[in-house]
């Protein structure tokens, strides 16, 4: 049982690129999310789904994208990296009445 | 806007000492309020607390939710050197309507523990 798989680990980007950020769980659970976590700072909501086919902004939505084809798949799309967007990323996803399980994040870096 | 603070945002102390952490917050709907510890990568939960004056406890750590107060606050007692980390307070909005369990982080109090 994998429980909530990120990749990349790490990643560079340039201005401008584009990227997308794996995530997948196996627990068959409705709700996923993806946060970011910038330096002192407490993890801050991007985007979340409460099932295939959903998904709604969080906090910070501006300069990402999300789908969510499957239940078990969450990716986040980055369009053109911005060095504001260099932080911390996880993946995260839970069932309605549980606590969350956290995937082991993507270390993003944009120049 | 759901806010979630947590002090202190840091604290050193040696082996063997017990120290409290605080988590308050203000939010238009509550359900819960979480616990977490996060190393070098992912958080990982801790406690989950739901209910006023019901202390929730796993081995030297332990946590307690005020709702009337909103605040929370999690001890560790005989503090070890693997007990250095950032410890988040989140707390969770119900599920229905436009929220559906979003979780509102605190910044986090970083733990070091010296030998």
């Known amino acids: 049982n994998a429980g909530v798989t990120q990749t990349p680990k790490f990643r560079i980007l340039k201005i401008g690129q584009s990227m997308t950020l794996q995530c997948t769980q196996d627990m068959n659970h409705n709700y996923m999310y993806w946060y970011r976590q910038d330096p002192g700072m407490g993890l801050k909501l991007i985007y979340y789904?409460?099932?295939?086919?959903?998904?709604d902004k969080g906090e910070v939505p501006n300069g990402y994208n999300v789908s969510r084809s499957t239940t078990e798949d969450f990716p986040l799309r980055l369009e053109l990296a911005a060095p504001s967007q260099t932080s911390v990323y996880f993946c995260?996803?839970?069932?309605?009445?549980?606590?969350?399980?956290f995937g082991s994040g993507t270390r993003l870096t944009v120049v | 806007e759901d806010k979630v603070v947590q002090s202190p945002l840091s604290l050193v102390v040696h082996e063997g000492d017990t120290v409290t952490l605080n988590c308050s917050y203000e939010?238009?709907?509550?359900?819960?309020l979480l616990w977490y510890k996060q190393e070098k990568k992912a958080p990982t939960f801790l406690f989950m607390l739901?209910?006023?004056?019901i202390e929730k406890k796993s081995g030297r750590l332990s946590s307690i939710l005020d709702k009337k107060e909103l605040f929370s606050i999690l001890n560790i007692t005989a503090t070890q050197t693997g007990d250095s980390a950032i410890y988040l307070c989140a707390v969770e909005r119900p599920a229905g309507g436009t929220s559906y369990g979003k979780l509102t982080f605190g910044q986090g109090t970083i733990l070091t523990v010296h030998p």
């Open positions: 789904s409460v099932g295939a086919g959903i998904t």
């Open positions: 739901t209910s006023s004056g």
């Open positions: 995260a996803s839970s069932r309605s009445d549980y606590g969350y399980t």
């Open positions: 939010v238009t709907n509550f359900r819960s």
